[in-house]
């Protein structure tokens, strides 16, 4: 029933700005967390932005400055704003969600277990 629909990836120019869209139904976990991976031809999933309770977030240190995640709790749906775009940040972008739980190192973590089809982000330069 939990499913996950990202929208809003294209294609863009160096230094340009996406802004892509992540609408969840079925999910209506009181300790949810939700977050964008992306994964290049060849390359390993990498996580991006999370956000793992009110307030806290985690990001990339690839994309810190340039990319902010958001999420509109009344349509259920979550964002990543990406400005400034390089060709590096080229990749396949996923959204996913999951439960929040504590690491034993006691910082809060996401245990991701839903994830979208992917919306594909292209940036030349």
């Known amino acids: 029933q939990v499913q996950l629909v990202e929208s809003g990836g294209g294609s863009v120019q160096s230094g340009g700005s996406l802004r892509l869209s992540c609408v969840a139904s079925g999910y209506a976990y009181s300790s949810s967390c939700m977050g964008w991976f992306r994964q290049a031809p060849g390359k390993e999933r990498e996580g991006v932005a999370h956000i793992i309770s009110d307030g806290v977030t985690k990001y990339a240190d690839s994309v810190k400055g340039r990319f902010t995640i958001s999420q509109d709790n009344a349509k259920n749906t979550l964002y990543l704003q990406m400005n400034s775009l390089k060709p590096e940040d080229t990749a396949m972008y996923y959204c996913?969600?999951?439960?929040?739980?504590?690491?034993?190192?006691?910082?809060?973590?996401?245990?991701?277990?839903?994830w979208g089809q992917g919306t594909q982000v292209t940036v030349s330069s």
């Open positions: 996913a969600a999951g439960l929040r739980f504590r690491a034993k190192s006691n910082t809060d973590e996401c245990g991701y277990g839903y």
